[in-house]
T-cell receptor, first 113, second 116 residues
């Protein structure tokens, strides 16, 4: 079974631009979560989708948004990029609805200049 | 609010030594789950274990073992006879059932370096 895939793997953007990251979960998994990892703040939860509905949202500004499609694939969007948005963005998928183990993708390394 | 603390930011051991990674958590939920993940240099988080709050039995998987103690709110991870391939950052995480989802709260991580 293929793992979680994320595209692109690396991205360089300029301040003020917007970016869209994509995540394809493991086949059969309907829950997709997004996390931001930075050296200063560590791993922080962004949001989670299950069956196209956002179930939980972390403490991030409205510039961070996401969606999930009917095939469970998910995208996250960051508008008006700031230097502090430079991070590794990790996507995770899970089979179950609540507190199941999550399987992570390799991440997208976003650099904002 | 939930919180996970990994007090050891970095540990260095010599191959074949045993090493224990500490994890202390805070939660007001009575039903919760604890996890350990490994993040090798490649960056991808690898799932190691999931335990629920009602199961305090210790678990052993090969060279890995976990000790869950609700009385001290700890979920420690021990690697026996460490190997160079164990070098990675290890994260402990908590998920509360009342969040009705799979949201994880991570600790800050412990970087383990195993020297040959």
């Amino acid at each position: 079974k293929a793992g979680v895939t994320q595209t692109p793997r690396y991205l360089i953007k300029t301040r003020g631009q917007q970016v869209t990251l994509s995540c394809s979960p493991i086949s059969g998994h309907r829950s997709v979560s997004w996390y931001q990892q930075t050296p200063g703040q560590g791993l922080q939860f962004l949001f989670e989708y299950f069956s196209e509905t956002q179930r939980n949202k972390g403490n991030f500004p409205g510039r961070f948004s996401g969606r999930q499609f009917s095939n469970s694939r998910s995208e996250m969007n960051v508008s008006t990029l700031e230097l502090g948005d430079s991070a590794l963005y990790l996507c995770a998928s899970s089979f179950g609805q609540i507190t199941y183990e999550q399987y992570f993708g390799p991440g997208t390394r976003l650099t904002v200049t | 609010a939930q919180k996970v603390t990994q007090a050891q930011t970095e540990i260095s051991v010599v191959e074949k030594e045993d090493v224990t990674l500490d994890c202390v958590y805070e939660t007001r939920d009575t039903t919760y789950y604890l996890f350990w993940y490994k993040q090798p240099p490649s960056g991808e988080l690898v799932f190691l274990i999931r335990r629920n709050s009602f199961d305090e039995q210790n678990e052993i998987s090969g060279r890995y073992s976990w000790n869950f103690q609700k009385s001290t709110s700890s979920f420690n991870f021990t690697i026996t006879a460490s190997q160079v391939v164990d070098s990675a950052v290890y994260f402990c995480a908590l998920s509360e059932a009342r969040n009705a989802g799979n949201m994880l709260t991570f600790g800050g991580g412990t970087r383990l370096m195993v020297k040959p």
